[in-house]
């Protein structure tokens, strides 16, 4: 491909940033600030982006999914749950393919047309998982970070070490093994990372530093071709009050909860909700300025078959 492509991805979950907690209430905030926020960003910029919802915020707020999908974006699957202990990579495979044929379906059913890409909670998969997608009718994954390093700051980063040998252009995988090319597997669009992670938590907690980052990705795209793919949440557009309760433990060591919990929480706080747009529609504006597409994870995966047709 020789156009400069750059996909915008966005998580859709009810999980609260400053409570750190999935949250209900944090939904709201999400469906009737976070979003518009960034759908209005977007139009501006003639973006047209991919939106990966869990289940439980689609239930609560299915007319949220149906507006995205309206506006052109593509509505994927970001699982049933963002519950930290029904990780993919935890779960036993009929477990994973229910979870999965239930996204789906609920996901088809709100906006009346198939649903193909999916991106798994935490960014948790295990190396069979391609098959699994694939029984599910999926046809696009964006699960997995190639070269992306900070993997020891986050959840089931011991399996996460897969990123470090995963290809770094989007690739079809092998069903054995996601993390490596195939030609039986699902299509897979790796989140850009050059070390680094090229996100929202990132770009909001060190926008020097992903400055940087960025750059180097697009010397990468202009030598060899490689898209852009940057991944972001509306829940880092609200503006959502703390409610001054303490932090919750999830890991079991005092170290990985300092490292895990506290310290992350610490990080992941900054430059949160409006704050946050600015910088958005820096990095926006880099990718206007130096002509790149805008895609969505299936015209990746068309464009894909396209080039590769016979
Ligand atoms: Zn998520």
Redesign the pocket.
Known sequence: MSDRTVLITN?V?T?SIVNHRLDDGTARYVVEQGLPRLLDLYASHGVRATFFF?GRIARLYPDAVRRVHSLGHEVGS?GLT?EVDKAFDTMPRAMQLDHLVQSKHLLEDIVGSDVVAFRA??LRVDKGFAAVLKEAGFLIDSSVASQRLDMFFSFGSLGKLNWLRSPRHAYLTSSADIYRRGTDGVFEVPVSAFAFPYIGTFMRIAPLLNRTTRRLLHLEAMATGRQFVFLT?PNEFIDEPRDGNAIDRRAKSWLAYLMGDLLRHALKVRNLGAQALPLLEHELAFFDGYGYKYHTCSDLYNQYLNTHAQ
Request: charged share 20%.
């Open positions: 998580d979950e999980t869990t970001h963002h909670p935490a949440h």
